[in-house]
């Protein structure tokens, strides 16, 4: 089963470690919302993901960046902490994206969240989400020229990916 989600990802249901459709697009939905930055409507989607698929490790993962939009640090620790237990029935890409996600956030290593998104990106070089975080740990060294080659790489993957123009922008 392959779907398009509205920023025009073609995922298939495969990519992601759940069997439930419904999850699947929840998931989508969620992760679609988010992106555009509508947090509470992105947290209804994930919550009904994960109530169907209470083992979804990726939609655990985006409930912890949905809380962190919506100020709920508690909320956010205890989404990366759910991630993190179920990473061993994720798939490798989503344990990078879990596993970084963690380092930077519970662990506050954010070396180690580099570490993790460059092998990441060695290994699925057209992940854009990655790209666009390596861009921002760039930033924040204020290592302009390699940030502007991550947000290059992934507006030429996705010219419309929002997370990578408005970066760009900056």
Do not use: H
């Not at 992760?31 to 083992?55: I, M």
């Not at 237990?85 to 490798?92: F, I, M, N, Q």
């Not at 921002?136 to 991550?150: C, D, H, I, N, R």
């Amino acid at each position: 089963d392959v779907s398009k989600d509205a920023s025009g990802d073609v995922s298939s249901v495969a990519d992601f470690t759940t069997s439930s459709i419904e999850a699947y697009n929840d998931f989508l939905k969620g992760r679609d919302l988010y992106d555009k930055g509508y947090f509470e409507e992105a947290r209804q989607a994930l919550l009904n993901a994960v109530e169907t698929d209470p083992g979804f490790a990726v939609a655990r993962l985006y409930l912890a960046y949905v809380y962190g939009g919506l100020r709920s640090v508690k909320l956010q620790e205890e989404a990366y902490e759910k991630a993190k237990a179920l990473s061993g029935r994720a798939t490798e890409k989503e344990r990078f994206y879990i596993e970084a996600s963690y380092a930077a956030s519970i662990e506050k290593d954010r070396e180690k969240m580099f570490r993790i998104l460059r092998e990441l990106t060695a290994k699925y070089p057209k992940e854009k989400r990655a790209l666009v975080t390596l861009a921002s740990y760039y930033l924040g060294k204020k290592m302009f020229p390699e940030a502007l080659g991550e947000l290059d790489k992934a507006l030429a993957l996705d010219p419309s990916f929002a997370g990578a123009a408005e970066a760009r922008q900056v």
